[in-house]
Antibody, heavy 120, light 107 residues
């Protein structure tokens, strides 16, 4: 069965960076894309970026363009999302989700989420 | 950016009742690019409906979706105890955006 297993909760200070991992199993890793979506307290779900796990191409939301980097390791079936210059507003649950590499591309499987807390 | 607005914010109903949730887009979108997700407390969202009206794998037929253009609806014909949750609509025609959610709570 398809599973996306995310790394554990993180506590970071303002200005620091965080790197969250998402390990995929149960399907051919390189045939799908992995997206990152975050959910801040009281806010709607927000798309951050995605990576084509096959060719490594990425696309980022303009909001996060300057601070987010998504990479993948095909030997480990794992995708990483790194967010830099953290501020308190980045406190949120970060989800990875699987989707096709072409539209319409819905998120059919999700990781359980990683809570990132930014606090001094 | 396409903004999705869901209504109502909260729906208070009893088990066995019918739930009707609305999602309005700021501009017309093809129904192929509209999905609905369910999120229970402490869990990730899960895909319910895609293409506005197609149920995802394993989703019971009490869930149905409809609509076109700017107005879309999720209907739960008879609420089961496990259906009390937050529901989000999402579009993927222009980037990926979500509505703010509708909470279906037990009356």
């Amino acid at each position: 069965q398809v599973q996306l297993v995310q790394s554990g909760a993180e506590v970071k200070k303002p200005g620091a960076s965080v790197k969250v991992s998402c390990k995929a199993s149960g399907y051919i890793f390189t045939t799908y894309a992995i997206y990152w979506v975050r959910q801040a307290p009281g806010q709607r779900l927000e798309w951050m970026g995605w990576i084509n796990a096959g060719n490594g191409n990425t696309k980022y939301s303009q909001k996060f363009q300057d601070r987010v980097t998504i990479t993948r390791d095909t030997s480990a079936n794992t995708v990483y999302m790194e967010l830099s210059s953290l501020r308190s507003e980045d406190t949120a649950v970060y989800y990875c989700a699987r989707a096709l590499n072409w539209k319409p591309n819905y998120f059919d499987y999700w990781g359980r989420g990683t809570l990132v807390t930014v606090s001094s | 950016e396409i903004v999705l607005t869901q209504s109502p914010g909260t729906l208070s109903l009893s088990p066995g009742e019918r739930a009707t949730l609305s999602c309005r887009a700021s501009q017309s979108i093809s129904s192929s690019y509209l999905a609905w997700y369910q999120q229970k407390p402490g869990q990730a969202p899960s895909l319910l409906i895609y293409g506005a009206s197609s149920r995802a794998t394993g989703i019971p037929d009490r869930f149905s979706g409809s609509g076109s253009g700017t107005d879309f609806t999720l209907t739960i014909s008879r609420l089961e105890p496990e259906d009390f949750a937050v529901y989000y609509c999402q579009q993927c025609v222009s980037s990926w955006t979500f509505g703010q959610g509708t909470k279906v709570e037990i009356k």
